[in-house]
């Protein structure tokens, strides 16, 4: 079977997601599934020059870092050059939240600066051009076995279902608090004293985004070992278009109630449930927790 031609393109990135991808245990068994055509922290059959000054074949074209109009790069384009590859590409992964939704890069210069089909939650202009086409990989980073999930669907010539916004279904149709091992103190309202504390919820006193946001992160651990909540730091909800959020570490509450529902949960179920939470008392929980209502 011929192998597809992958083509790795940066704008304006901190190279997170290249790195995370690098920490993929089978990362150079996955890449020999594919032809790299170039990638910028790997030895390449083609140079960077080669890509810049001439018209490539490529497949799988993975975008990452924010796309900024106008931005010049070795005397070319980079918006232009991206939506070239773009165009002939058959697949267009956007790795990491800035190449898919404008993610931090955007918040200094919000006019001129996106993702690549999105400026957050609004579809741009090209959207159309290549919705059949595009995968949504957001994160800050990628968890790098999300990447090699969708390319070895894709080298296999499966179908990735997706959601609205072009995320795969297998790895966003969950929440980051799915899977928390921090969820029964999440349903009993009982809040942890710090960070990096093992016992106790992060939602209602350091902000924590997990029911808000998308993502298997507590299903698909890093290092298969861990994640943000398992070692006592709050989701910072990076697979969503709306981050990063003003006031990171925080909550807005009304007399104890999240201003915001979690996703797909009605304000009536949540009073219920933690009304009928808060009738009891759980010595085992609370054992060293301060509780939040308390």
């Known amino acids: 079977m011929k192998k597809l031609k992958l083509l790795w393109l940066q704008s304006l990135t901190c190279n997170g997601n290249s790195h995370s991808f690098f920490n993929h245990p ?18 390449t059959k083609y140079s960077l020059e080669d890509i810049l000054h001439k018209q490539l074949e490529c497949d799988i074209l993975i975008i ?12 070319v384009d980079y918006s ?15 790795a990491g939240t800035c190449a898919t939704f404008g993610g931090v890069f955007k918040e200094y210069d919000p006019e001129r600066i996106s993702g690549f089909c999105f400026d957050k939650e609004r579809v741009k202009e090209n959207f159309n051009s290549y919705k059949d086409k ?21 080298g296999s010539g499966n179908t990735i279902p997706i959601d609205k916004l072009n995320r795969p279904q297998e790895l966003y149709n969950i929440t980051v608090h799915t899977g928390c091992s921090r969820n029964e103190y999440f349903e009993w309202k009982i809040d942890t004293k710090g960070f990096g504390h093992k016992e106790g919820c992060s939602f209602y006193e350091h902000g924590c985004q997990g029911p808000y946001s998308r993502g298997s992160c507590n299903k698909i651990l ?9 070692v006592g730091t709050p989701c910072f909800g990076c697979t969503e278009p709306t981050f990063p959020k003003e ?25 219920t449930i933690t009304g ?4 009891f008392t759980i010595k085992r929980l609370e054992r060293n927790i301060i509780d939040y209502d308390s």
Not at 85 to 93: G, L, R, S
Not at 257 to 270: F, G, H, Q, W
Not at 276 to 279: C, G, N, P
Request: charged share 20%; with cysteine.
């Open 276 to 279: 009928i939470a808060k009738s």
């Open 134 to 154: 595009l995968i949504s990989l957001p994160g800050c980073p990628i968890h790098p076995k999300w990447l090699s999930y969708v390319l070895q669907m894709l």
């Open 26 to 43: 089978d990362l150079f068994a996955i890449l020999s599934k594919f032809e790299l055509i170039y990638f910028p922290l790997i030895d």
């Open 80 to 94: 232009k050059l991206i939506e070239n590859y773009a165009q002939e590409a058959k697949h267009i992964i956007t």
């Open 247 to 271: 006031r990171l570490f925080f909550t807005k509450t009304n007399m104890g109630i999240p201003a915001t529902m979690p996703l797909e949960v009605s304000k009536r179920a949540y009073l």
């Open 222 to 230: 890093w290092n298969d070992t861990s994640s943000k909540t398992i």
């Open 64 to 75: 990452e870092g924010s796309i900024k109009k106008g931005l010049i790069k070795n005397g």
